[in-house]
């Protein structure tokens, strides 16, 4: 698997990874702000990509990153095709992000599906999230379906200075 920034010629493959996941999110693939947004984060460079280099660059997952006002960072979206999960493509994804665009001391927040979303448990976003270091914070507006969401935040400490 490699990880990268995402380019114009990946839209088509990301959309179909919202495709997916619409049932728990709501609506993205014909929404003009799901498609601005998506644009944005390309031409920011803040759009990163899981393809499979065994194939014809299949796009396995997408992540869209917002560190525009750091030490605040957000995760705004992350979705894994359904046939790659639990292979790591979220986690690589997640460490590439970090690695890019983070310098602590700082924050890491992300919106995802309350504890009573039915999606909570299918996806496993939340264990996914929680496996990575984030905790869970106070519930947040539901989303445009109607389920309820919560924020998790993950702490990223100050870099550790040279050893002299």
Known sequence: MTIR???EHDVSGLLDLAAEVEHWFGPMVDE?????ALAEHVRRGTALVAEDPSSDGTVLGGLL?????APL???DWLVVAQRARGRGVGRALMADAVE???TGPGTIEVVTFGADHPGAVTSGARTFYEGLGFTPGE?????PEGGSRQIYRRTVPAPALPRL
């Open 5 to 7: 920034s995402a380019n």
């Open 32 to 36: 003009p702000g799901f498609h601005q």
């Open 65 to 69: 990153f917002d560190h525009v006002h």
């Open 73 to 75: 960072h957000h995760v």
């Open 100 to 102: 890019r665009y983070v």
């Open 139 to 143: 519930p947040t507006e539901p989303g």
